[in-house]
C-alpha cells in the first residue's frame, strides 16, 4: 500500500523561502512520479511541479517556474520541493501525491498525503 507524507509548512514573508518534504513509501519500484499540487480557500486543486523519480525529469506550472524546484532522493524515497521568491498568491495547502504518470489532473493519482498549509504573508 502506497503512503504519502508531507512536512515543512509555514508562515513566510513575501519573498522567503520554504521546504516542503514528502515521504512516499509503497512503491515496488522506482517507476513513478511525485508530484506538488496546491489548493487555495475557494478554488479548485492545481499542479505545481511534478518530478520523475527513475530518471528525474521535472514539469513545472509556469506560475511557479523559475521560482521553484522540485528534487528528489531515492535512496530515501524523498521529493522536495523549495520554493523560493515566495508571493502571496502561492498561499495554499500543498498536496503531494504519488502516481504512474506525469499529468497535471489529481484525478489521475491514487496516492495522497493529508496537505501542508503554506501561507505567505507580511
Known amino acids: 500500500q502506497v503512503q504519502v507524507v508531507e512536512s515543512g509548512g509555514g508562515l513566510v514573508q513575501p519573498g522567503g523561502s520554504l521546504r516542503l518534504s514528502c515521504a512516499i513509501s509503497g512503491f515496488t519500484s522506482d517507476s513513478f512520479y511525485g508530484a506538488w499540487f496546491r489548493q487555495a480557500p475557494g478554488k479548485e486543486r492545481e499542479g505545481v511541479a511534478i518530478?520523475?523519480?527513475?530518471?528525474?525529469?521535472?514539469y513545472y506550472v509556469d506560475s511557479v517556474r523559475d521560482r521553484f524546484t522540485i528534487s528528489r532522493d531515492n535512496a530515501r524515497r524523498m521529493v522536495y520541493l523549495q520554493m523560493n521568491s515566495l508571493k502571496s498568491e502561492d498561499t495554499a495547502i500543498y498536496y503531494c501525491?504519488?502516481?504512474?504518470?506525469?499529468?497535471?489532473?489529481?484525478?489521475?493519482?491514487?496516492?495522497w498525503g493529508q496537505g501542508t498549509q503554506v501561507t505567505v504573508s507580511s
Open positions: 501525491a504519488a502516481g504512474p504518470i506525469p499529468t497535471w489532473a489529481p484525478r489521475q493519482y491514487s496516492s
Open positions: 518530478i520523475s523519480v527513475q530518471d528525474g525529469v521535472t
